[in-house]
C-alpha cells in the first residue's frame, strides 16, 4: 500500500509541475494566474476520472454491499491522498496569482500568512472538504471500517463523475469560450452529473442496502448506526450547497444571454 502512496505523491505533483510548464510555453499571452487556474483543473478531472473509473470498478464487482472487498479501494485511497493535499496548494497558488493580477500588490506582493488565510476565508468548504477526506475519511477507510462497505466507498468514489465537467466549463471560460453552444451543453451535463452522482448517490446507497436485507427504503435509516448516517449528512451536505451554486449560475447565465451578450465581458472573471 505504501506504493500507492508514493505514486501518488509523484503523479499528481509531477501533473501540476508538467502542466504549468507546456500551458506556459504553448500560451506565451497567459499569466502566470490563468496558467495555474487550468493546471490546477485539469490535474483535478484526471484525479475525478480515476477515481469516477475505480469506483464503477468497485460497485460492480461487489455483490453484497457489506462484506464483499475489492483491493481497488484501500489502493485508490492512499494513492489519491497526495491528490489532496497537493489541490490545497493548486488552489492557494491560483488564488494568490489571480488576486496579484488584479492589482492586490499590497496584500500579495510576496507569500506570507495573509495571503494563506485569504484562501481558507475565500474557498474554505472546498478546503475543508479535501482535510475532511485526509484526516477523517482516509483513516476510517483504512483502519476503522474492519474490511466492510467497499461497495459504498465505491459509491462515493463516483461522486467524482461530475468533476472533469466543472473543469471543462472553467477552462472554456478561461478560452473565451463561455458564449458558445459547447459550454452551455457542458453546463447542462454539470448539472445533471452533478444531481445524479453527488446527490442521488446517497437514497441509491441506502436502497441497495435496503434491497439486499429486505428493508423498505423509508426504514432504511433506522437500520443504521449512527454515526453511519452522521458520516452520510456530513458529507451529503456541502454537495447540496455546491449544487444550489450551480443552479444559481446557471441561472444567472440563463439571465444574461436572454436580456443579451452587452455586459458579457463585464463581470467574467477570467480565472474565478
Known amino acids: 500500500m505504501f506504493t500507492a502512496l508514493v505514486c501518488g505523491a509523484v503523479v499528481f505533483p509531477g501533473l501540476f509541475y508538467s502542466f504549468r510548464k507546456v500551458l506556459k510555453y504553448t500560451f506565451t499571452h497567459w499569466s502566470d494566474a490563468d496558467v495555474v487556474s487550468v493546471s490546477e483543473r485539469l490535474v ?36 489519491g491522498a497526495p491528490y489532496m493535499a497537493n489541490d490545497i ?25 495573509q495571503t494563506v488565510k485569504a484562501l481558507l476565508l475565500k474557498d474554505r468548504m ?12 482516509l483513516p476510517i477507510t483504512l483502519f476503522f471500517r474492519r474490511g466492510l462497505g467497499d461497495f459504498f466507498i465505491g ?19 478561461q478560452l473565451g469560450l463561455d458564449d458558445t453552444r459547447l459550454h452551455r451543453i457542458n453546463g447542462i451535463i ?26 423498505p427504503l423509508h ?8 454515526h453511519c448516517n452522521v458520516g452520510n449528512l456530513v458529507i451529503l ?24 451578450n452587452g455586459d458579457r465581458n463585464k463581470d467574467r472573471p477570467k480565472t474565478d
Open 155 to 173: 459509491c462515493l468514489f463516483i461522486t467524482e463523475f461530475s468533476t472533469p465537467f466543472v473543469s471543462i466549463g472553467k477552462i472554456l471560460i
Open 237 to 260: 451536505a456541502p454537495q447540496i450547497y455546491w449544487f444550489t451554486l450551480l443552479l444559481r449560475k446557471a441561472n444567472r447565465l440563463y439571465l444574461r444571454q436572454k436580456g443579451g
Open 126 to 137: 472546498l478546503v475543508l472538504h479535501h482535510l475532511v477526506l485526509l484526516f477523517i475519511f
Open 219 to 226: 426504514r432504511v435509516v433506522f437500520h443504521l448506526p449512527l
Open 190 to 215: 454539470v448539472l445533471l452529473s452533478f444531481f445524479a452522482c453527488r446527490i442521488l448517490v446517497f437514497p441509491f446507497m441506502y436502497w441497495m442496502y435496503g434491497q439486499q436485507f429486505g428493508i
Open 44 to 79: 483535478s478531472a484526471i484525479h475525478a476520472s480515476l477515481a469516477t473509473a475505480a469506483g464503477v470498478t468497485v460497485v460492480t464487482s461487489c455483490r453484497d454491499v457489506m462484506t464483499d472487498s475489492h483491493w481497488l479501494v484501500n489502493w485508490f485511497v492512499l494513492f
Open 89 to 113: 496548494y493548486a488552489m492557494y497558488l491560483s488564488r494568490y496569482h489571480t488576486q496579484k493580477a488584479r492589482g492586490n500588490s499590497s496584500l500579495y506582493s510576496g507569500h506570507s500568512l
